[in-house]
Nanobody, 125 residues
Framework: QVQLVESGGGLAQAGASLTLSCAASGRTASTLAMGWFRQAPGKEREFVAA????????EYADSVKGRFIISRDNNKATVVLQMSSLKPEDTAVYYC??????????????????WGQGTQVTVSS
């Protein structure tokens, strides 16, 4: 079993920055492909960013490209999502996800087997 715990969400004004962290346990971090997804009220869960086991491959949704950065520290078993130039449309619950059976999880939620409980990000205009 893999446990994921997100932290760092909160309220921010448009244009500000926030950093989300995801702490993984239950399995060696370097064996987990990781991703971030988000879900706004009334909408489906959508892909935000993904990173491969080694951190060498990264991918971003077009809506966050150039504003968000995903990174990982396998020694600390954490994955970080640095969010800058936040927009009101970034408001959502953000979820960390892990895919232990894959080197890289990609953009589909169904590729991920484990999910955190989510952390709320609210961006005001």
């Amino acid at each position: 079993q893999v446990q994921l715990v997100e932290s760092g969400g909160g309220l921010a004004q448009a244009g500000a920055s926030l950093t989300l962290s995801c702490a993984a346990s239950g399995r060696t971090a370097s064996t987990l492909a990781m991703g971030w997804f988000r879900q706004a009220p009334g909408k489906e869960r959508e892909f935000v960013a993904a990173i491969s086991r080694s951190g060498g491959s990264r991918e971003y949704a077009d809506s966050v490209k150039g504003r968000f950065i995903i990174s990982r520290d396998n020694n600390k078993a954490t994955v970080v999502l640095q969010m800058s130039s936040l927009k009101p449309e970034d408001t959502a619950v953000y979820y960390c996800a892990a895919a232990p059976s894959r080197y890289y999880g990609g953009t589909y939620p169904t590729n991920y087997d484990y999910w955190g409980q989510g952390t709320q990000v609210t961006v005001s205009s």
